[in-house]
Structure formats: structure tokens, C-alpha cells
């Protein structure tokens, strides 16, 4: 069993940057791979980024792509996206997520954090 915590969320102006953590607890954390999510207000769950187990292996949405950049921390049992130039339309409820597989489907991530929000001011 992977339990997720995710923190680091807040309120910041367009321009702006926000880290956000996940901490897991849970054996062999170390072998799932993570993604983040996000659910806008009125909006379905979309794919933010994912890394691999290992590390070595990222994805982007191609809406975050060049602006956002996910990282496993050396301890392993925690996983970070840093988000810089943040725009008002990245406003919502950010998720990790973690699975055996790497993906950019939320249904191939059997485990759920309960989520951070974020908001952008213009």
C-alpha cells in the first residue's frame, strides 16, 4: 500500500513560481513510478508529469512543457514539480498520483494523494 501527501500549494501572481511535494509512505515507494494531475474547476483530471522509478525518464503535458519540471528527491520517497511562469489558467487542485507504470493516464495510477490547490492571480 503507497499513501500520498502532497503539499507546497498556495496562492501566487501570474509570473510566479510554486513548488510542489509528495510524500509517500508505503513499501518499495521507491519502484512506482509518479505523476502529477490537476482538476480545474468544471474541468476533468488532466496529465500534468510523470517521472519514472528510476528517475531517468520524464513526460510533460504540452501545456506545462518547458515551464514545469518534475524531480524525484534523493531520499525517493518524495517527488517534487517545480512550476515556474505560472499562468491563471493553471489554477486548480494538483495531484500525485503513483503506479507501477509510467504514464499519462490517471487510470493507470491505482494510488492517489488528496491533493494541493494552486491559484494563479492575474
Known amino acids: 500500500q503507497v499513501q500520498l501527501v502532497e503539499s507546497g500549494g498556495g496562492l501566487v501572481q501570474a509570473g510566479g513560481s510554486l513548488r510542489l511535494s509528495c510524500a509517500a509512505s508505503g513499501r518499495a515507494f521507491g519502484s512506482y513510478a509518479m505523476g502529477w494531475f490537476r482538476q480545474a474547476p468544471g474541468k476533468e483530471r488532466e496529465f500534468v508529469a510523470a517521472?519514472?522509478?528510476?528517475?531517468?525518464?520524464?513526460s510533460y503535458a504540452d501545456s506545462v512543457k518547458g515551464r514545469f519540471t518534475i524531480s524525484r528527491g534523493t531520499v525517493r520517497n518524495t517527488v517534487y514539480v517545480q512550476m515556474n511562469s505560472l499562468k491563471p489558467e493553471d489554477t486548480a487542485v494538483y495531484y500525485c498520483a503513483a503506479s507501477t507504470v509510467m504514464s499519462r493516464r490517471g487510470s493507470a495510477y491505482p494510488y492517489w494523494g488528496q491533493g494541493t490547490q494552486v491559484t494563479v492571480s492575474s
Open positions: 517521472v519514472s522509478w528510476s528517475g531517468d525518464s520524464t
